[in-house]
């Protein structure tokens, strides 16, 4: 029980080697009064096996119902290579590669992890992750206030169209440093932002804009547009983006029309579409890209490839004069560890993926996508909610209350989608909905006739 | 371990391979044509193209380039890099489980929840507080989350003045980093020659700006705070609060509960104490834990159960939560791993990890003081890790913290933790845990004695270790002056990456 390796006659050399007559005699310093008697509230031990059926059983309650939910998180295939390269327990079980002349393995697959990221996102450099893209998020404004001189404003302008989850989550790790979170309403019927909207903003002194493409409800918005006013004014650029749309769609390097100002200056996102299981919800790992300018703004941890001292190439953390246990209280960021490890598989993901791989899985999942929405809009009751194009996700509308549909569909082994009520009201009963290269024909029209259904015993009830 | 040095992977790529199988079907062309082409992709991103195997082989390869737990006794101190069980990986990696999306409905996911639900029970029973949140996804995350409930607290109650956090000087640079993003100031406090916090300093440094106190119990000294119910009392009295860091639960698990020494707020690494991966350097999971006046200020997500159901806690149920810290619930996956482990230890099993990490920690103590190295705290006890300084030996022979936890490394043992705390000067910062055998102790304690004698002999075979591995002492200068961040294609950036 809680694999300790010592035998009674290790125990007795060991105390006799200590000096003292028990275990028991080395909390002598703790105050007799705060000494705990017993451990209620914990359950008995369970073996190996007793664990496993134990599991088994929590993990067959919840099946393997067939979702159609994106909104942040996507059922993408997981190659086999993958989880067997990153369980190796060279990666699971190593820490922070703060010896690097022992963790080379490890740095080395994050500077490969960093180029392929700057790459993706056609920026200049990458940090080796944050927690997920949500926190990325907080910490791209953040680190926007710190990056634009200019500005003295701390305002954040974050349109209705970003997560609404990203949007509470940088309000949370943000706000208590004075930064304002501006937000910035989206067309109802485009659901998308009209970059005609921000003249208002014109002349004012605004630090950063936030983007996300695509956007919450899948639609693309015009980032070029809105790029250019950022830039042409010295507001600075969040780029927020799916990482498996990059292959297909332009990255937030491209973003903008004019050749000599063009770019988004910081790129975040989630990662998990590379190669991380949705495990509802975690964990997940954030990436951040950026321009070179800002690079000693960043948060996070860097590798850097240098020499050694006899002249051959290594990696090393780097730009540690930014890290919390350098800086103190004047970091870049309180930020420890990173997701090392979901690093690591998205490291093996992307390179198995290669650029070919990886635009195909985006181009079958939004073709899957059309698939989905063409043949849910065949229903009666359903429309499309917005006109203009959509990346791998769409909103929908239902003329009946989504929620008692979806607990229907749910019944039938269903996750339809993700009830857009809470957040959106003013969109009336809608579901956002996602297909991947993961669903096939018969799962998207099984998915159709079940919805017919569903919406029919609505009506009739 | 590989000595090898292995090309960086593009370095494999040819135009038109690929690891075609794991690829879904090509849909054609016609797939995305409705995508404007304004918005669209000209240039393919800069990926590998390479056969599953010469991936396979080449992150194989990779990871014989590191030490880990599996392969290196990892005496990392403050890190408790204790043995990862495999049964905690595989349960935790059931398809079910990791198939499931975060947002769906509560009716799907009620196994989940359940374990859920029961990691919160049992963190509250172990810490001795009063309600649970696991959302946090490091501990500095969860540091960030129980700053800016003190805050919350005191905004809640109109005490818009307070905005100090005390730090002893031997905290984690991650305390007065947090202090800073929430927005608070920071005021350091002294601590005493046996390595306690000085109270006179303290009683000083209370008054009405005091937002609370960040403390790690037993201190980053190694050492237990023996005073810590004064300490309380003195804050407490002042009307700030205290805050736990977690980092060293392992020498007290079962023992002592941070509830029960005064603790408003606590973070738990579960990554050290409870045994998930370190995955180099992440994912973590930082829950945090509250005292009944902090609860209503709680992270959302939490789990609930009404009647037999488990359900979702969010804004609605808390509406003076801090808010979400993540996307989603944190990191699902890292707490299932800890729920597994804290499962498999039971109620029996608690005190018998702070038991042992402390007999291994103080057996240490005794064996490295016989072979001629000056613990920094003689006369206390050692905790589930110990101190030892060479301002001696760095003065005498010339050979320095580092040049020995370099030279380990080529005894094949991980560097126990160099210059924290600030501290005490030329420091190791040794944490065996529980895990570790006698005869891997005595192995490193042979090491280390290998070491001071070479260091008198030899002193450059230590002054220029390591030997052994797969490349010697980094420039780091270099690195942070010729920015290389990204693999370039071209002979621009022309280091030789084999010899």
New interface residues.
């Given amino acids: 029980?809680?694999?300790?390796?010592?035998t009674r006659e290790?125990?007795e050399?060991?105390?006799a080697?200590?000096?003292?007559d028990s275990?028991e005699q080395?909390?002598?310093?703790?105050?007799a009064n705060?000494?705990?008697s017993a451990?209620?509230?914990?359950?008995?031990?369970?073996?190996?096996m007793e664990?496993?059926r134990?599991?088994?059983?929590?993990?067959?309650?919840?099946?393997?119902?067939l979702?159609f939910?994106g909104?942040?998180?996507y059922?993408h295939?997981i190659?086999a290579?993958v989880?067997?390269?990153a369980?190796?327990?060279?990666?699971?079980?190593?820490?922070?590669?703060?010896?690097?002349?022992?963790?080379?393995?490890?740095l080395?697959?994050l500077?490969?992890y960093?180029?392929?990221m700057?790459?993706?996102t056609?920026m200049?450099?990458?940090n080796?992750?944050l927690?997920?893209?949500?926190?990325a998020m907080g910490e791209a404004c953040l680190m926007a206030v710190r990056a634009n001189r200019k500005s003295r404003s701390r305002r954040i302008l974050v349109p209705t169209t970003v997560?609404p989850?990203?949007r509470?989550?940088a309000?949370?790790?943000a706000?208590?440093?004075?930064l304002v979170f501006e937000e910035l309403p989206y067309c109802t019927e485009e659901g998308c932002i009209p970059p005609g909207s921000l003249g208002r903003y014109d002349g004012q002194d605004i630090t950063a804009l936030v983007i996300q493409q695509p956007n919450f409800f899948g639609r693309?918005e015009d980032?070029?547009a809105l790029c250019d006013w950022a830039r042409a004014r010295n507001i600075l650029v969040i780029a927020v983006v799916n990482p498996t749309s990059?292959?297909?769609?332009?990255?937030p390097g491209?973003w903008g029309s004019q050749d000599a100002n063009k770019g988004a200056d910081i790129a975040v996102g989630?990662g998990q579409p590379l190669g991380v299981?949705?495990?509802?919800?975690?964990?997940?790992?954030g990436f951040m890209t950026a321009r070179?300018e800002h690079?000693r703004q960043m948060p996070g941890?860097?590798?850097?490839?240098?020499?050694?001292?006899?002249g051959?190439?290594?990696?090393?953390l780097?730009?540690?004069?930014r890290?919390?246990?350098?800086?103190?209280?004047?970091?870049t960021?309180?930020?420890?560890?990173?997701?090392?490890?979901?690093?690591?598989a998205a490291?093996?993901y992307?390179?198995?993926?290669?650029?070919?791989?990886?635009?195909?899985?985006?181009?079958?999942s939004?073709?899957r996508t059309?698939e989905l929405v063409a043949a849910l809009s065949r229903v009666a009751g359903v429309r499309r909610l917005f006109r203009g194009?959509v990346?791998h996700e769409e909103a929908i509308a239902l003329d009946r209350p989504v929620a008692p549909v979806?607990?229907k569909l749910?019944?039938r082994g269903i996750?339809g989608g993700?009830d857009l009520t809470e957040h959106y009201p003013e969109l009336g009963p809608a579901l956002l909905v996602c297909a991947t290269?993961t669903k096939t024909t018969a799962d998207i029209e099984r998915y159709a006739g079940a919805l017919a259904e569903c919406l029919r015993e609505a009506r009739a009830a | 371990m590989s000595t090898r040095i292995e090309k960086p992977i593009f370095e494999y790529s040819v135009p038109g391979r690929g690891a075609e199988d794991q690829w879904p079907r090509d849909p054609g062309a016609a797939a995305t044509e409705d995508l404007p082409a304004a918005l669209r992709r000209t240039a393919r991103p800069l990926l590998p193209e390479v056969s599953e195997l010469e991936a396979v082989r080449h992150f194989t390869r990779l990871s014989q380039l590191n030490f880990s737990i599996d392969t290196h006794f990892y005496p990392l101190g403050s890190c408790t890099m204790k043995y990862n069980p495999k049964a905690c990986n595989s349960l935790a990696m059931l398809p079910e489980l990791l198939a499931r999306h975060p947002l769906s409905p509560e009716s799907v996911g009620q196994g989940f929840l359940a374990c859920m639900y029961e990691l919160q029970e049992m963190l509250k029973a172990v810490t001795g507080m009063q309600a649970v949140a696991l959302s946090p996804m490091a501990g500095a995350q969860g540091e960030f989350a129980g700053v800016a409930m003190i805050r919350a607290y005191h905004r809640s109650r109109g005490d818009l003045e307070r905005n100090e956090i005390i730090v002893p000087e031997a905290a984690h640079g991650t305390n007065p980093a947090t202090a800073t993003m929430c927005g608070c100031v920071v005021r350091e406090v002294p601590v005493n020659a046996e390595g306690d916090v000085d109270i006179d300093a303290l009683k000083a440094a209370v008054g009405p700006k005091t937002a609370g106190i960040m403390l790690t119990n037993p201190s980053t000294l190694g050492v237990f705070e023996r005073r810590i119910e004064e300490v309380a009392r003195t804050v407490h009295a002042a009307g700030g609060l205290l805050y736990y860091d977690g980092a060293n639960l392992n020498a007290i698990l079962g023992k002592v509960r941070p509830g029960d020494m005064g603790f408003d707020v606590i973070h738990v690494n579960l990554h050290k104490t409870f045994s998930t991966p370190h995955g180099g350097g992440g994912p973590g999971a930082g829950p945090v834990g509250v005292s009944a006046r902090l609860a209503p200020f709680l992270p959302v997500p939490m789990v609930g159960r009404r009647g037999e159901r488990y359900c979702w806690l969010t804004e609605r149920d808390i509406p003076q939560s801090i808010g979400r810290l993540s996307g989603f619930m944190g990191n699902a996956g890292v707490l299932l791993r800890a729920y597994i482990y804290m499962r498999m230890l039971g109620r029996e099993g608690m005190a018998k990890v702070s038991e042992y990490a402390t007999l291994n920690a103080n057996y240490l103590l005794a064996q490295l003081t016989r072979a001629g190295f000056d613990a920094a705290y003689p006369d206390r006890r050692a905790t589930h890790e110990l101190i030892i300084g060479l301002k001696r030996q760095a003065k005498e022979l010339g050979v320095t913290a580092m040049d020995f936890a370099k030279r380990l490394l080529d005894h094949g043992m991980h560097a126990p933790t160099t210059y924290f705390p600030l501290l005490v000067p030329e420091c190791l910062l040794i944490e065996p845990t529980e895990t570790e055998s006698k005869a891997a102790l005595d192995a490193f304690v042979a090491a280390m004695s290998e070491i001071l004698t070479e260091a008198a002999q030899e002193p450059e075979r230590v002054t220029g270790a390591p030997h052994t591995m797969p490349v010697r002492r980094l420039d780091d200068v270099r690195a942070a002056k010729q920015l290389d961040l990204t693999w370039k294609p071209t002979g621009a950036h022309a280091i030789p990456t084999t010899s």
């Fill in positions: 029980m809680a694999f300790i390796p010592h290790d125990v050399a060991m105390l080697a200590i000096g003292v275990i080395l909390f002598d310093e703790i105050p705060l000494r705990l451990l209620a509230g914990v359950p008995e031990a369970l073996s190996e664990i496993g134990l599991m088994a059983e929590r993990a067959r309650l919840d099946g393997r119902p979702c939910i909104a942040g998180a059922e295939h190659p290579a989880w067997a390269i369980t190796r327990g060279e990666f699971y079980s190593a820490y922070t590669p703060y010896q690097a002349e022992a963790s080379q393995g490890t080395q697959l500077y490969e960093q180029t392929m700057a790459s993706l056609d200049a450099v990458s080796a992750s927690y997920d893209g949500a926190s997560h989850h990203y509470r989550a309000a949370a790790v706000g208590n440093q004075g693309l980032v070029d990059l292959a297909v769609l332009k990255p491209q989630e299981p949705l495990s509802s919800g975690g964990p997940y790992f070179m690079v941890r860097i590798v850097g490839r240098t020499v050694d001292v006899a051959r190439a290594g990696f090393t780097t730009l540690q004069a890290e919390q246990h350098i800086r103190r209280a004047k970091a960021s309180n930020i420890c560890t990173n997701q090392g490890l979901l690093v690591t490291t093996v992307l390179s198995l993926m290669g650029p070919a791989g990886l635009e195909r899985v985006a181009a079958a939004h073709a059309r194009p990346f979806l607990e749910a019944a996750i993700l290269e």
